[in-house]
T-cell receptor, first 114, second 113 residues
Framework: AQSVTQPDIHITVSEGASLELRCNYS??????LFWYVQSPGQGLQLLLKYFSGDTLVQGIKGFEAEFKRSQSSFNLRKPSVHWSDAAEYFC????????????FGSGTRLSIRP | DVKVTQSSRYLVKRTGEKVFLECVQD?????MFWYRQDPGLGLRLIYFSYDVKMKEKGDIPEGYSVSREKKERFSLILESASTNQTSMYLCASSLARRGGTQYFGPGTRLLVL
């Protein structure tokens, strides 16, 4: 079955430290890939999206993600986190069954240590 | 600026009540979605609409129905609310194409007593 796996439920990093959030997916063809962020009490906002071309994708708020086909991964990175990055992060892929539907991972909650 | 609005941020209802959650988008998007979000379970799709009066069941449609009479408005209905429907409900919309970005509303936190 199609799936998106985020193996880390909760991560804590110090402010100014680097960050990597993991995402693995199962998908038959080259997928579209998404990272969304949800700040406390808010809806989700698109951070970045990959659909073709350069496998390193730049997003908003200084985030980037790298698509690695051989590893079926799309990990999210940021060189130096800020306290405002504390949020929940969701990786997602389009559904096989419907082009418009998206399958979300279970999310990784990021906490920032002062 | 794109906008998806939901009628309530917080809602408290009693078991057995009929509950309406409203969602409006101003982007002329064909697709609209209702998700439920629970800790550790991520987002689960309840229903999806790809056009006016058209709908498709998602992963967890039981206990819910939807209505889309106008393109910009998508309503989620809990016919008889139960305590296990206490959750965060998120509405989203997107253009009708593969890989279309979904735009989310701020969510409605529903408590059923």
């Amino acid at each position: 079955a199609q799936s998106v796996t985020q193996p880390d439920i909760h991560i804590t990093v110090s402010e100014g430290a680097s960050l990597e959030l993991r995402c693995n997916y199962s998908y038959g063809a080259t997928p579209y890939l998404f990272w969304y962020v949800q700040s406390p009490g808010q809806g989700l906002q698109l951070l970045l999206k990959y659909f073709s071309g350069d496998t390193l994708v730049q997003g908003i708020k200084g985030f980037e993600a790298e698509f690695k086909r051989s590893q079926s991964s799309f990990n999210l990175r940021k060189p130096s986190v800020h306290w405002s990055d504390a949020a929940e992060y969701f990786c997602a892929v389009p559904s096989y069954s419907s082009a418009s539907k998206i399958i979300f991972g279970s999310g990784t909650r990021l906490s920032i240590r002062p | 600026d794109v906008k998806v609005t939901q009628s309530s941020r917080y809602l408290v209802k009693r078991t057995g009540e009929k509950v309406f959650l409203e969602c409006v988008q101003d982007m002329d998007h064909e697709n609209m979605f209702w998700y439920r979000q629970d800790p550790g379970l991520g987002l689960r799709l309840i229903y999806f609409s790809y056009d006016v009066k058209m709908k498709e069941k998602g992963d967890i449609p039981e206990g819910y129905s939807v209505s889309r009479e106008k393109k910009e408005r998508f309503s989620l209905i809990l016919e008889s609310a139960s305590t296990n429907q206490t959750s965060m409900y998120l509405c989203a919309s997107s253009l009708a194409r593969r890989g279309g970005t979904q735009y989310f509303g701020p969510g409605t936190r529903l408590l059923v007593l």
